[in-house]
């Protein structure tokens, strides 16, 4: 048997974590934002509360480690919120690793089995790419925070974690050997489980996003008195390459690639100037390698011939190319047979269009992730939500999933 979840607490914790920052239905907290730091010391309380070791690091993450003298596991996901965004994407994995770490300290059968909770800092990237997860790793450099600014303030992250209280401390990093492995429960941001009447996401993968910056040049000239036929209009060279992506990439992307140009910028800006410079920023998605590489030639040709057919030239910069995340396959079969125990044929196997921090996790440990349905598939708003059911549903069988991994043969791999 596995430790029994308590469905009211759970739903309490929820409930009170999104009065911080409450906007809305959802929440505005983000990363050390007051209301954001006020939540992580609410969090580091709670986890305390859990008869767990909890701290806050250096960059503002926050642990709890359990006291538990066998095997342990770890969990976590993050506090900090998208801006005016929903009151689910990030708590509920840190929910629902307090509520595991708490049921395994009501069983008494499960004494000896350890859960850790961890809620990584600006997993939502105000300020960096993953800051908290990857500190924990080793992977984040003094440099790299003394030059981190809020990408809507510009404000330094040295001076927000001064600001915080956090500045100084020492920053926890992974304790080799400690755990089986890492695994994280999200909501599914998509409607994939709602539309197929479906109940837990087993996650395979976590796609990698492929980032680029897209720059005509033009001739910046008088909107009423340029000759259609001399103008050379930087904004509508970059609006005809968005185009052309969008009539070829359907031809040679996989079932699950997305792409999405998230600003274009033209410069001036004014109506009655035509634009002499035009910036798109564009990215890609996908957990297949040969997909994303492909995609990556065809958009490169496409700038080629667009620059050939003028007359405006474009420039094409890659700001980031990740690698696709894959999950372990141990893991991933414990919370399938969490969920056929708890929900018979409503789990599926699917990839994360979405990047987490499961995703730096798995580079040193096994990892796995759990999703749950997003009403409507909506998420990055307000207006985000999963129903009671679902959530008290999902954390048991998380719950399960635990369990099954630390009881089982330790694997090979882990840290």
Request: glycine share 10%.
């Amino acid at each position: 048997m596995s430790p029994v979840i308590d469905p009211d607490r759970l739903l309490g914790d929820l409930r009170e974590l999104a009065t911080i920052g409450a906007y809305k239905s959802g929440v505005h907290r983000p990363t050390f934002s007051p209301q954001d730091v006020e939540a992580r010391h609410w969090f580091a309380r709670r986890l305390e509360e859990a008869g767990l070791e909890a701290q806050i690091d250096g960059i503002g993450s926050v642990f709890g480690f359990s006291r538990a003298a066998g095997p342990r596991i770890l969990t976590g996901s993050h506090v900090e919120s998208q801006n005016y965004a929903g009151w689910l994407d990030g708590p509920l994995g840190i929910i629902y690793g307090l509520e595991a770490a708490r049921a395994f300290r009501d069983d008494p059968a499960c004494a000896d089995l350890g859960v850790d909770v961890a809620a990584w800092c600006d997993e939502e990237g105000h300020f960096g790419s993953f800051l908290g997860s990857r500190s924990y790793l080793g992977l984040l450099s003094e440099e790299e925070i003394d030059s981190a600014k809020n990408r809507y303030d510009g404000t330094p992250l040295r001076d927000a974690l001064e600001k915080a209280g956090f500045a100084g401390r020492p920053r926890v990093q992974v304790e080799k050997g400690r755990y089986r492995g890492y695994l994280e429960a999200h909501i599914e941001q998509g409607d994939t489980l709602e539309t197929s009447g479906l109940k837990i996401g087993v996650v395979t993968a976590i796609v990698a996003i492929w980032q680029y910056r897209l720059t005509a040049t033009g001739e910046q000239n008088h909107a009423g008195t340029t000759s259609m036929k001399r103008r050379r209009d930087a904004g509508s060279a970059i609006v005809r390459l968005l185009g052309a992506i969008d009539r070829r990439f359907p031809e040679i992307a996989g079932p699950r690639t997305v792409w999405t140009c998230g600003r274009i910028t033209l410069d001036p800006g004014a109506p009655s100037i035509i634009p002499g410079r035009a910036e798109a920023l564009f990215q890609f998605r996908d957990a297949d390698q040969a997909v994303l590489d492909r995609l990556h030639a065809e958009l490169q040709r496409l700038v080629a011939e667009a620059n050939q057919a003028g007359p405006c030239p474009i420039e094409i910069d890659i700001m980031s190319q990740s690698t696709p995340a894959l999950m372990d396959e141990g893991f991933q079969a414990a919370i399938e047979a969490a969920a056929q125990a708890r929900c018979p044929g409503k789990a599926l196997r699917m990839p994360s269009g979405a990047g987490h921090d499961a995703q730096y996790l798995a580079r040193v440990m096994p990892a796995a992730m759990l999703f749950v349905p997003s009403i409507g598939g909506i998420s990055h708003h307000w207006t985000e939500n999963t129903s009671d059911e679902d959530i008290v549903l999902g954390c048991q069988v998380f719950c399960d999933a635990l369990a099954g991994i630390l009881r089982a043969q330790p694997a090979d791999q882990a840290s």
